[in-house]
């Protein structure tokens, strides 16, 4: 059971890592003016990012209900609940990014690069930054949970 344990670590690890690298990227790559190539890049980025969110959230629920010490000790970790409600409020601030990448299917499909009236680029990048912010309190929960900070059980 120990090396099924590792694995869903590893996984739990690496699809962590993605979502960070995904949303970083978004960041990064995000204007308000986008040739029509990154635009479509863009939108597959979106698509990696969810998937690994997804990745990551079912990993994680394996391990806490399966593979680890067992949901009544994590679910009486205040970090826990921090690092677990912090991830669910960037998963519900990332609806709106990618309702806008999706909205650009048809024009992407034919040949036409979307144009973000300037309101618009505004929210999506505020929502982006603060995704990330949400990452960072999701790291320093998942630090000081480890370290047995929080634990009222």
Known sequence: MRIWAAIFAFLHHLAAFTVVAT??????????????ALARKLRRIDLYYGISAAVLVVVGLLRVFSFEKGASYYFAD????????????????????TVVFLSWRKLLASGVPPQIPPRQALSVRICLMAELAGIIVIL??????ARGFGYFG
């Open 23 to 36: 949303l970083v990227t978004e960041h990064a790559l995000f204007a308000p003016v986008l040739p029509l």
């Open 78 to 97: 205040a970090w826990f609940i921090t690092k677990l409600s912090t991830f669910v409020i960037v998963g519900l601030i990332s609806i709106y990014p």
């Open 140 to 145: 320093l929960a998942a630090a000081l949970m």
